[in-house]
């Protein structure tokens, strides 16, 4: 049966981006949290988006600003809030006990044909889920923020998830607009958080080698490698960058492992080389609220403009 109401617990950064990805998706949504002011900045903080959506011509869905935000109600109830919901998207902070606690108590409340999503990004499912009533309901479908405008969404079972489960948490993904991919079973990290930590471990050890300056290391990302991985994956670019990936391989595959054979340890992320990065990303976008603010503005505009060109390709 397909989920006309979702709840969604915790109003924070996730959570509130989550509720306007199922309301533009048609979805009813509750949103509850244990503070009201967090409901009350969530709910003005929606509003606004979508306004800002509506006027630059964004917002998602088929509805209207008004028919979109009439589908989001808020509720400091965990009971009420779940009443009638057959998804539930937990977005409280990363917390191991606490995220269990929560998942205890909606394991006591849930009946045998509601999801139990948690947007974790990196506490595995079997840490989370074992030992409830309900397990085979319980999936981790972890967003990129923005969500609204990063449509993937790492879906991981754990290892007691019922493959309808995944299946319906996939098929709701893509209903709503995202872009869901399913990982056969829990890895530290999941996938993206792994291709990205090795991107970061790279460019760490580079810069802390003196091989390239921090601003330029990530340049090599933004007007290199980043701009065809907008649109085409690692693997396609082996197979597109030769006769096929056999024949990438063929090409290339001693050097790749010349080249990987050279990469050092798992680095320290401390010390003198955070030093250095941090002089140099400090001097380009100051450490104040303010301005760190206004580059994340600026990053999802871009953001925004991606989604939209990658709509039209
Ligand atoms: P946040 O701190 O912005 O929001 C957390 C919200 O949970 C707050 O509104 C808080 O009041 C509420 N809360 C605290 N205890 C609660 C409880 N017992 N019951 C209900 N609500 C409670 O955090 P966030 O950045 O939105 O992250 C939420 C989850 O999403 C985390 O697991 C995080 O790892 C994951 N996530 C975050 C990002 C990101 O970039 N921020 C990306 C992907 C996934």
């Not at 996730?14 to 009201?36: H, T």
């Not at 250095?276 to 505009?301: C, F, G, H, T, Y």
Request: with cysteine; glycine share 8%.
């Amino acid at each position: 049966m397909e989920p006309s109401q979702v709840a969604i617990i915790g109003s924070g950064l996730i959570g509130r981006s989550w509720a306007m990805v199922f309301a533009a998706g048609g979805l009813k949504v509750k949103l509850y949290d244990i503070a009201q002011e967090q409901l009350t900045s969530a709910l003005e903080n929606i509003r606004k988006q979508m306004k800002e959506l509506k006027e630059s011509g964004f917002l998602k869905g088929a509805l209207s600003v008004e028919q979109q935000l009439a589908l989001i109600s808020v509720c400091t109830d965990l009971k009420a809030a779940v009443e009638g919901a057959t998804f539930i998207q937990e977005c409280t902070p990363e917390n191991l006990e606490l995220k269990k606690k929560i998942f205890g108590q909606l394991d006591l409340i849930v009946g045998d044909n509601v999801i139990l999503s948690s947007s974790t990004s990196c506490l595995l499912p079997s840490k989370l889920f074992t030992g409830l009533k309900h397990v085979k309901q319980c999936i981790v479908s972890h967003p990129v923020n923005p969500p609204y405008f990063v449509p993937l969404v790492e879906i991981v079972p754990h290892p007691e998830t019922d493959p309808s489960t995944t299946e319906r948490t996939y098929a709701l993904m893509k209903k709503i607009g995202q872009s869901p991919v399913k990982l056969n079973r829990e890895i530290e990290g999941f996938v993206l958080n792994r291709l990205q930590y090795a991107v970061i471990s790279e460019a760490w050890r580079l810069v802390g080698e003196g091989v390239i300056s921090p601003t330029d290391l990530d340049l090599v990302m933004s007007d290199g490698l980043g701009m065809r991985y907008a649109f085409i994956g690692p693997l396609e670019t082996m197979h597109l960058n030769a006769e096929g990936i056999s024949n990438y391989c063929e090409r290339y595959r001693e050097g790749m492992k010349l080249v990987l054979n050279t990469f050092g340890p798992v680095p320290e992320f401390s010390g003198e080389i955070e030093q250095k990065i941090n002089q140099a990303m400090s001097e380009k976008i100051p450490s104040v609220p303010k301005v760190l603010d206004a580059r994340r503005k600026w990053r999802d505009d871009c953001l925004t403009g991606l989604a939209k060109l990658k709509k039209e390709m």
